[in-house]
């Protein structure tokens, strides 16, 4: 009877790592990790810049329409110089009278206390009698006029009130020229929104409709 012959230990399977096997793992591993890291980091970042290039078209979008709302309907631009990040406009001649009334200006600034862009006009009580408007609605000569001191003034009396247009405003640089009659109808306004907003810059234009100058 022939005995069968046994094969050597050797012809076995292997189980297990090596140490090299073992350390090319981890490194794989680690290499997945890291890429993992970067592409999450990267989604985040596109996600960000997302929500800022948003933020920025929403409130620009919104300032240029409510800045429009009073730039296109008003007559002139009064002043764009006498404060810096304002504009003093004359938005209609309610009275009747080709001439300037406190009334009819509208002061639009940035808030540097509140880092918003607002709208000042005069307001009196609903129980104030019309002689009384009418005599306190004084009219402003064009010339040699300090828009912002009759806006005080009326603010010291308690007769104004505002209106709020964006908030979130870094800075607002106005610009507008005198040099020709269509540059005259013309007011640009460079916004800049707050860091926590994404600090994006957009410009925004907006032009008079139906221009008219006061007499006086």
């Known amino acids: 009877m022939k005995r069968r012959r046994r094969h050597p230990d050797r012809a076995r399977p292997r189980r297990g790592l090596t140490l090299l096997e073992f350390m090319l793992s981890i490194m794989i591993t680690a290499l997945i990790a890291v890429t993992m ?37 008003s007559l002139c631009v009064l002043n764009a110089t006498a404060r810096p990040e304002s504009l003093v406009v004359w938005l209609e001649d309610s009275r009747v009278s080709d001439t300037v009334h406190l009334t009819e200006i509208r002061w639009i600034e940035r808030d540097a206390d509140t880092s918003s862009v607002v709208v000042h006009y005069v307001k009196f009580p609903d129980t104030m009698s019309q002689i009384e408007r009418d ?51 013309i007011v640009t306004c460079t916004m800049t929104l707050e860091p926590e907003f994404g600090g994006e810059a957009s410009v925004l234009v907006a032009s008079i409709r139906e221009f008219k100058e006061p007499t006086s």
């Open 37 to 73: 890291g970067m592409m999450m980091s990267a989604v985040a970042r596109t996600v960000e810049a997302d929500k800022h290039g948003r933020e920025t078209i929403v409130r620009s979008q919104a300032l240029n329409v409510r800045l429009g709302s009073y730039i296109t309907p």
């Open 135 to 185: 005599t306190l609605d004084v009219e402003v000569p064009v010339a040699g006029a300090d828009w912002w001191a009759s806006l005080a003034a009326m603010q010291t009396l308690g007769y104004t009130a505002t209106t709020r247009l964006c908030d979130g405003v870094a800075s607002l640089e106005v610009a507008h020229s005198t040099a020709t009659l269509q540059a005259k109808k």
